[in-house]
């Protein structure tokens, strides 16, 4: 299979604290995107890294890619109620589409 | 701009009917997307257009589905005969020329009883 798999497939913590979210995958990819999905919405495009880059920011989000280990992480810093939400990456295949992983919920407790 | 517009945004039919579910993309937008979601399979890629052309609709689950893209601001994905194992948020999704960042609608949620 193309799709990534997420892990945890679950993760609760505190307001403020770090939140830390990996994605393994099996293909070579070009790039690798992460998405948000709030409960009962569509996905939010967060941030994509090509494969080329080792990191990336935007905000309080952080995102790296290690080819040879065919993995992402997504840290999201100083977390906050409004984080709680399912996190998913997503890579490419051969034409433009992306396959999505089956996603870590993140619960941010206030 | 909108963005991506789905409906309807729920849809419940009995087995056996035909349902269609209907999005518009955002304008200049050259790819569309169609996904599946489940509790069980996750996000399923069941199709996808560039300029209208499908190109891969390899992830159609059966001959039961078909999608069409008339033109650049409408597509249709169309099941017929339903069963209630199609069950599912259904999501379109397009992105522009360079094909990165999608943009997902807010999904139609299908129940086939």
């Known amino acids: 299979s193309q799709q990534g798999e997420e892990d945890p497939q679950a993760l609760s913590i505190q307001e403020g604290e770090n939140a830390t979210m990996n994605c393994s995958y099996k293909t070579s990819i070009n790039n690798l995107q992460w998405y948000r999905q709030n409960s009962g919405r569509g996905l939010v495009h967060l941030i994509l890294?090509?494969?080329?880059?080792r990191e990336k920011h935007s905000g309080r989000l952080r995102v790296t890619l290690d080819t040879s280990k065919k993995s992402s992480s997504l840290l999201i810093t100083a977390s906050r109620a409004a984080d709680t939400a399912s996190y998913f990456c997503a890579t490419d295949g051969t034409g433009n589409q992306f396959y999505f992983g089956t996603g870590t919920s993140l619960t941010v407790i206030p | 701009d909108a963005g991506v517009i789905q409906s309807p945004r729920h849809e419940v039919t009995e087995m056996g009917q035909e349902v269609t579910l209907r999005c518009k993309p955002i304008s200049g937008h050259d790819y569309l997307f169609w996904y599946r979601q489940t509790m069980m399979r996750g996000l399923e890629l069941l199709i996808y257009f560039n300029n209208n052309v499908p190109i891969d609709d390899s992830g159609m689950p059966e001959d039961r589905f078909s999608a069409k893209m008339p033109n650049a601001s409408f597509s249709t994905l169309k099941i017929q005969p339903s069963e209630p194992r199609d069950s599912a948020v259904y999501f379109c999704?397009?992105?522009?020329?360079?094909?990165?960042?999608?943009?997902f609608g807010s999904g139609t949620r299908l129940t086939v009883v």
């Open positions: 890294i090509r494969s080329n880059e």
């Open positions: 999704a397009s992105s522009p020329p360079g094909g990165v960042g999608y943009t």
